[in-house]
C-alpha cells in the first residue's frame, strides 16, 4: 500500500511538472495582416487600408489555460485602441476574434509576469505595434498598396534595414501555377523583455518549391524570394 502510495505521488509529481511548464517560450511574434488580402482569402468585406494586428504569440505553446476566462471589462479602456488596431475582420461587432487570441496565446504569454494578466497582454501587443508602426515604415520606403508589383527582395531589405532584425513575410499563392503571390502578413519578432530580434523564416517553415505550389491551398506561407509579391490596393480583390 505505501510502496503504491508513492508510485502514485511520484506519477503526480511528475505529471504535473510536465502539463504546467512556466515561461517556454523565448519568443514573441506580434503579426499583423494586411486586410484586403485576408478578406480576399476569407470573404469578408473590410475597408481598413492599414496593416492591423493579428496577434502576439509565444513561440511555444497553445491554450495553456482554459480556465483563465476571456472577461472584455478587464479591458474596458483598452477598447477604443482594439477596436481600430486589432479589429474583427470577420465580425467586425463582437469580440470574437481577441477572446480566441487570448486563449490560444495569450494564456500562455501569461506564464510570463510581464504579461501575466488580459489588461497587461493586450496592453503590450498594442504598445508593441504601435512602437513598430509598420504601415508608416512600409510608406517611408515608398512600399504602398498598388496595382504594381514589387519584388520581393526590395520589401523585405528595405523593412529589415530600418528595424535592424528580420521579419517575416507571409504571401497567398492565388492560383496554381500562378506568376505571383499576395502580401498577406508580417511577423516582427522579440525577445521576452520586447527588444527585437530576428525571426525564424527558415526553420519550421521553407518557402515552397514550385512543385509544392501548385498543390497550394490558400493560406499565409512564407514568401517566396523569387515570385512577384502583389500588394494589393483596397478592394481590389473582389467586386
Ligand atoms: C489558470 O488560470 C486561473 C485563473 O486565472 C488561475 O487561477 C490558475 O492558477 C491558472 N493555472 C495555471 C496553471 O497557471
Ligand atoms: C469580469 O471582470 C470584472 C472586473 O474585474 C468583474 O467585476 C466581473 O465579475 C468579471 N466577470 C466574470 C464573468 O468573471
Ligand atoms: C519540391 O518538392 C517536391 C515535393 O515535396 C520534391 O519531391 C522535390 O524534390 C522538390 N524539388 C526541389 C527542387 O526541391
Not at 502514485?8 to 511528475?14: G, N, P, R, W
Not at 493579428?54 to 511555444?60: A, E, K, M, V, Y
Request: charged share 20%; with cysteine; glycine share 4%.
Amino acid at each position: 500500500m505505501k510502496l503504491f502510495l508513492f508510485h502514485f505521488l511520484a506519477a503526480a509529481t511528475a505529471s504535473a511538472f510536465v502539463l504546467s511548464p512556466r515561461h517556454t517560450w523565448s519568443k514573441l511574434i506580434l503579426t499583423h495582416h494586411w486586410p484586403t488580402t485576408f478578406c480576399g482569402m476569407e470573404k469578408c468585406h473590410s475597408k481598413i487600408d492599414t496593416w492591423t494586428l493579428h496577434g502576439l504569440w509565444p513561440n511555444n505553446g497553445n491554450d495553456c489555460n482554459s480556465t483563465w476566462h476571456f472577461n472584455i471589462s478587464l479591458i474596458e479602456d483598452l477598447l477604443p485602441d482594439m477596436e481600430k488596431s486589432w479589429p474583427d475582420l470577420l465580425s467586425p461587432e463582437s469580440p470574437k476574434f481577441w477572446k480566441y487570441e487570448w486563449y490560444k496565446h495569450g494564456t500562455c504569454a501569461a506564464q510570463a509576469e510581464s504579461l501575466n494578466s488580459q489588461h497587461k497582454y493586450f496592453s503590450k501587443a498594442l504598445e508593441l505595434y504601435h512602437k513598430v508602426d509598420l504601415d508608416s515604415v512600409l510608406k517611408k520606403f515608398n512600399i504602398n498598396p498598388s496595382k504594381q508589383y514589387y519584388q520581393f527582395d526590395h520589401i523585405q531589405e528595405a523593412i529589415d534595414g530600418f528595424y535592424g532584425a528580420k521579419l517575416k513575410l507571409q504571401c497567398v499563392h492565388p492560383s496554381r501555377n500562378a506568376d505571383y503571390q499576395i502580401l498577406g502578413q508580417i511577423e516582427i519578432c522579440f525577445t521576452s523583455d520586447f527588444s527585437l530580434m530576428d525571426c525564424e523564416r527558415e526553420t519550421r517553415e521553407k518557402p515552397v518549391n514550385s512543385s509544392v505550389k501548385a498543390q497550394a491551398k490558400p493560406g499565409f506561407i512564407v514568401c517566396d524570394p523569387g515570385v512577384p509579391v502583389y500588394y494589393p490596393p483596397l478592394m481590389s480583390l473582389h467586386h
